[in-house]
């Protein structure tokens, strides 16, 4: 009997678990840039009645794919209406570029522009949560956007142009540090590529130095991509429920959410 009462425990609680993602609802659509090219866009909407707090997610040059999707349900799971822009497919670049194309900003920042209008969504400054290349995104857009930004969350992020010069890969940060006043939270593993551990080091650095709110969370034995890669250790898998939890409260404590997830 005792077995039995376990069993059906265990099956309530991951019925229960199901229909929390199920209440999630992922669309997608097209949206126009500035300069006329198609975006395409997920939006990721939470279960319940709106308005949500807003949340602009940037995905790396590795694409916009399975793995993206489920960190964009996640975070749709945890209270916030999300609108991830795909700046590669609309223009046809192929996964991993490794030059930045300066056009794709106008699509991330069409992302933007559509999430804030969005009638479900509160009307207030947005938060980021970018990855790798997607922060250096973000950083791009709240030093021309700072208003409209109200928190970053940078997972294992470049805070560098990619197509600087090697020396100013290695021992500088983007100007738009210089510019930038958001709130930025930095997420990465100490296993991490070195040379990302440098430039955000400094970045953050260059933040605290000006009174900017910054925080930087180094996991130790996590290596790149800790938070998704297909062969995560225990110690990963356990790096990616703690950044999930750390990510979730900056961008409450920034966007000034209540404790039930709503916009004051």
């Known amino acids: 009997m005792k077995k039995r009462v376990i069993a059906a425990a265990i099956l309530a609680s991951a019925l229960g678990a199901s229909a929390v993602a199920s209440a999630v609802e992922l669309r997608k659509t097209t949206i ?27 995905h790396a040059k590795r694409g916009y ?14 209270g916030f209406l999300v609108v991830a822009p795909d700046w590669q497919s ?41 990855l790798s290349r997607g ?7 709240a030093a021309k956007r700072g208003p409209d930004i109200a928190a970053i969350v940078s997972y294992y992020g470049h805070m560098q ?10 021992f500088s940060v983007a100007p738009e540090v210089a510019q930038l006043n958001t709130p930025t939270l930095f997420l990465i593993g100490d296993q991490d590529y070195e040379l990302r ?34 062969d995560q250790t225990p110690e990963e898998q356990i790096a990616k429920r703690h ?18 997830m709503r916009c004051r």
């Open 135 to 141: 922060p250096y995104y973000a950083i791009r857009l």
């Open 32 to 58: 126009k840039a500035a300069d006329g090219s198609e975006v395409p866009v997920e939006i990721a909407t939470p279960a319940g009645k709106g308005p949500f707090p807003p949340v602009l997610f940037i």
């Open 90 to 130: 609309g223009r046809f670049i192929e996964r991993w570029p490794s030059a930045h194309n300066p056009e794709t900003e106008l699509d991330v920042e069409a992302g933007l522009d559509y999430l804030k209008s969005l009638p479900n969504a509160c009307k207030q400054p947005v938060g980021i949560v970018g």
């Open 161 to 170: 142009n990619p197509n600087a010069p090697e020396p100013e890969q290695l």
């Open 197 to 230: 551990r440098m430039n955000g080091g400094r970045a953050f650095y260059a933040l605290w130095e000006r009174g900017v709110p910054v925080e930087w969370q180094e996991y130790p034995m996590a290596r790149r991509a800790f938070d998704f890669r297909p």
């Open 65 to 78: 794919e399975g793995d993206e999707r489920a960190h964009v349900r996640e975070l749709a799971e945890q």
């Open 243 to 260: 950044a999930r939890e750390r990510a979730k409260a900056w961008l409450v404590e920034w966007m000034k959410l209540t404790p039930g």
